[in-house]
């Protein structure tokens, strides 16, 4: 069956240093993959889509790795601000057509300043 | 331009009984997906609604049903309330073409 897993521990950085987030899957062949920020009793808000045949995705400090070989995907906010810190999901289409997102379990992530 | 819009934000039911969520999605999208979200795991998926039409469902049993009226507004039923039914209940909107979800701010389901 199709699985996502993300690091349960909270991570727990600096102020400045970049934050890494990692989600695997398997059984998956997704065609894309997507990142949302979810903060305490709101709903995950979109951050970012990345697709099969993209490698890497940046958005202002965020950036996105695809690595469909190692069925991995890697997060990064770099100069991480308190702001910053919330709960990071990964969402992907399951394998049959229809656009519905599976998510995973999310990992929260606190930047101390 | 509002987002998607949920109502109400927080209910509590008796086991047993019947609850109903509403959901108005962000403007000019026409497909509306509702998901549950314990508290510390993921959202997982409910039902999808376009064409007012239940389009994809996920593992979720008959006492979960809902609906999507010709203005793409939505709704959320559960009957025979459980208490593992306690949850924040979202509702998202897309669009074709589509590029993410825009989610609401959920509503907060309590049994007891």
Known sequence: SQKIEQNSEALNIQEGKTATLTCNYTNYSPAYLQWYRQDPGRGPVFLLLIRENEKEKRKERLKVTFDTTLKQSLFHITASQPADSATYLCALPPGNAGNMLTFGGGTRLMVKP | ?112
């Open chain 2, 1 to 112: 331009d509002a987002g998607v819009t949920q109502s109400p934000t927080h209910l509590i039911k008796t086991r047993g009984q019947q609850v109903t969520l509403r959901c108005s999605p962000k403007s000019g999208h026409d497909t509306v997906s509702w998901y549950q979200q314990a508290l510390g795991q993921g959202p997982q998926f409910i039902f999808q609604y376009y064409e007012e039409e239940e389009r994809q469902r996920g593992n979720f049993p008959d006492r979960f049903s809902g609906h999507q009226f010709p203005n793409y507004s939505s709704e959320l039923n559960v009957n025979a309330l459980l208490l593992g039914d306690s949850a924040l209940y979202l509702c998202a909107s897309s669009e074709q073409g589509f590029r993410g979800y825009t989610f609401g701010s959920g509503t907060r389901l309590t049994v007891v």
